[in-house]
């Protein structure tokens, strides 16, 4: 193929990508038709910090992805340890049975660099929402077998943000998520969210004071999951993380 041959080949692909942009797709969070009438940037590369679309223009990527690039774009050991993985076995199931080397390495790791926070054990998932999601089930789980079934709701501010998913929607989203999967959990409690008005650590246990009573049910908030059993379960002992 020559060098004209091969532009010509990129320009094409790139005009069908702009011609299909946000046709076939469904995006998180946005209005179909507002994205329909002002497509997203098409981004085709990554380099460290740095990241460019279809056309050429190279942008800052403040926000690495969704916050999920931390190490930057194209790392050469990033690469070669998932490379390595790869030709090694791309996946197996942790499901009852089985395991592997990975898996049992990380979660030791995982454990030691938060040893300060007492962390006993990882649970693995693929996500934010499915994190929050599992967080939200072991919580239950744990009132359950201390004996205190009732305990079900979860406390969670008002317009935070943990994700996508059912649980982690009915807990959290902002009133524009939340209205398209409504009726959702009816068992969390939001307090307003102190950010706005005051810095964390000062106001988040005046917001839990304010809706004691149903602190009683409460299993866990979305901000400190428990972790131990209280001895008396005490609303304005609530803090954040
Ligand atoms: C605080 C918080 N929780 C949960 C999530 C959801 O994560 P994911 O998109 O991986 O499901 C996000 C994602 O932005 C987040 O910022």
Redesign the pocket.
């Known amino acids: 193929m020559t060098g004209r041959q091969g532009a010509t080949s990129a320009n094409s692909q790139a005009n069908w990508l702009k011609l299909n942009n946000a046709k076939h797709q469904w995006h998180p969070v946005q209005d179909p038709k507002a994205v329909a009438a002002s497509p997203p940037l098409i981004i085709e590369t990554g380099d460290g910090v740095y990241v460019t679309d279809i056309d050429g223009r190279r942008y800052l990527d403040c926000q690495g992805g ?3 690039v931390n190490a930057g774009h194209g790392r050469q050991e990033i690469k070669d340890a998932i490379t390595a993985q790869l030709d090694k076995l791309q996946y197996y199931t942790l499901f009852p049975g089985t395991t592997h080397a990975p898996s049992i390495t990380l979660s030791a790791k995982l454990c030691e660099v938060t040893a300060e926070e007492d962390m006993a054990k990882v649970f693995f998932s ?7 999601e599992t967080a939200l089930k072991i919580a239950r789980q744990y009132w359950r077998l201390v004996g205190e079934p009732d305990r079900t709701k979860i406390f969670s501010f008002k317009n ?6 059912f649980g ?1 929607t009915s807990a959290a989203a902002s009133a524009p998520i939340k209205r398209a999967s409504v009726p959702c959990s009816p068992t969390s409690i939001r307090p307003s969210s102190p950010i706005s008005t005051a810095t964390l650590s000062r106001k988040i246990p005046r917001s839990f004071r304010r809706c004691a009573p149903p602190c009683s049910s409460a299993t866990s908030s979305i901000i400190r999951p428990a972790r131990s059993r209280p001895s008396s379960p005490n609303p304005s002992s609530a803090r954040a993380a």
């Open positions: 969704l916050w999920c693929s996500g934010g929402s499915d994190a929050n935070g943000y943990h994700g996508l998913h982690a």
